[in-house]
């Protein structure tokens, strides 16, 4: 159960905040986020330090993100995004604890919705952007017909294209 919760910490709801307008599709969204982040924030209740660096990939084909968290529980990751149209996208995470989810996701303004699931594991994970520089992210897990967070980190940019 832990292990499927930790993974959700890639996950993003839908937003309808000041700014859900702004980026017009998903290639729009993916030009913002580029660059490295830094946050600080809790998982499962615990204080916990995360960095994620977005990049292009393969002629521009695909997004890859790669993530780490550092506190009390450690882990790290690499998931490829995969744009199928201009506001929907499927792909895969991998992470140290050995697991392989299926990603599927949407992005609507300045959100990232993704849903991520495994045969064992089902969760979601927001982000969305406050301000230029930056990012909120929200993580659930799946348990019976409920979405349970998890997860909540607050990224700032350290580099990239934005600023």
């Known amino acids: 159960m ?5 993974f959700a910490t890639l996950t993003v709801l839908p937003s309808s905040g000041p700014g859900s307008q702004k980026a017009p599709d998903a290639s729009a969204f993916f030009e913002e986020i580029v660059g490295e982040w830094h946050g600080e924030g809790l998982l499962f209740g615990q204080s916990a330090e995360f960095e994620m660096t977005w990049e292009w990939e393969l002629n521009r084909r695909f ?25 929907t996208l499927d792909g895969v995470w991998l992470d140290t604890r050995g697991e392989i989810l299926e990603l599927t996701a ?4 300045q959100v990232l919705e993704t849903i991520w699931q495994s045969p064992t594991e089902l969760g979601r994970t927001t982000y969305e952007f ?12 799946r348990d019976g017909d409920e979405w349970r967070p998890f997860g909540y980190v607050r990224y700032g940019r350290a580099s990239g294209p934005a600023g």
Do not use: C, F, N, P
């Open 2 to 6: 832990i292990y499927t919760v930790l």
């Open 106 to 109: 949407t992005v609507t303004g």
């Open 130 to 141: 406050i301000g230029t520089d930056s990012l909120e992210v929200r993580d659930y897990v």
């Open 63 to 87: 997004v890859r993100l790669t993530y780490s968290i550092q506190g009390a529980l450690e882990m790290k990751a690499i998931a490829h995004y995969r744009m199928r149209d201009a506001e």
